[in-house]
C-alpha cells in the first residue's frame, strides 16, 4: 500500500542516468518513440518525484528532464548532420556533440549512440 502512495517512478531500462539509451530499433523501437515516452512521464511528475533509473543513482523529475534535453538535442543535431548529406562514417569521425561527449558508457558508446540516431533518423527523413 506505500508504494502506491509513493512519489516514486521506476524507469527500469528506459533511462539510464546521465548516459546514452539503449533503443532497440531491430525490435520495432524508435528514437522518436523513445523521446516521446520519456516526454509522456515526465508531464506526470512533480519536482518532487524521486527517479529510480535502470542504472545510475537516483534522480529527479530534473535529471530526467536533463535526460530529454540530451535526446532532443541529439535528434536535432543527427537530423542536421543528415540534411548536410553527410554519411555514417563522417559523423563518427565527428562524435557526439561536445555537451554530450562524457554520456558514453560500456553498454551504449558515443559511436553505437551515433550508428542508433543515423540508422533511425535516416529512414524517416
Known amino acids: ?11 527500469g531500462d528506459l533511462y539510464f542516468k546521465d548516459r546514452f539509451p ?5 525490435g520495432g523501437g524508435s528514437v522518436m518513440g523513445y523521446r516521446d515516452n520519456v516526454s509522456a512521464i515526465l508531464d506526470k511528475l512533480d519536482n518532487n518525484t524521486q527517479v529510480i533509473p535502470g542504472h545510475g543513482e537516483l534522480a529527479t523529475r530534473n535529471e530526467l528532464l536533463k535526460f530529454k534535453h540530451m535526446l532532443d538535442d541529439c535528434i536535432n543535431w543527427m537530423r542536421g548532420e543528415i540534411e548536410m548529406g553527410h554519411d555514417l562514417a563522417k559523423i563518427k569521425q565527428q562524435g557526439v556533440p561536445q555537451e554530450y561527449q562524457d554520456w558514453g558508457w560500456q553498454f551504449i558508446s558515443a559511436d553505437k549512440w551515433i550508428t542508433t540516431l543515423y540508422e533511425d533518423l535516416n529512414t524517416k527523413s
Open 1 to 11: 500500500m506505500i508504494w502506491q502512495k509513493a512519489n516514486i517512478v521506476h524507469m
Open 22 to 26: 539503449y533503443i532497440d530499433l531491430k
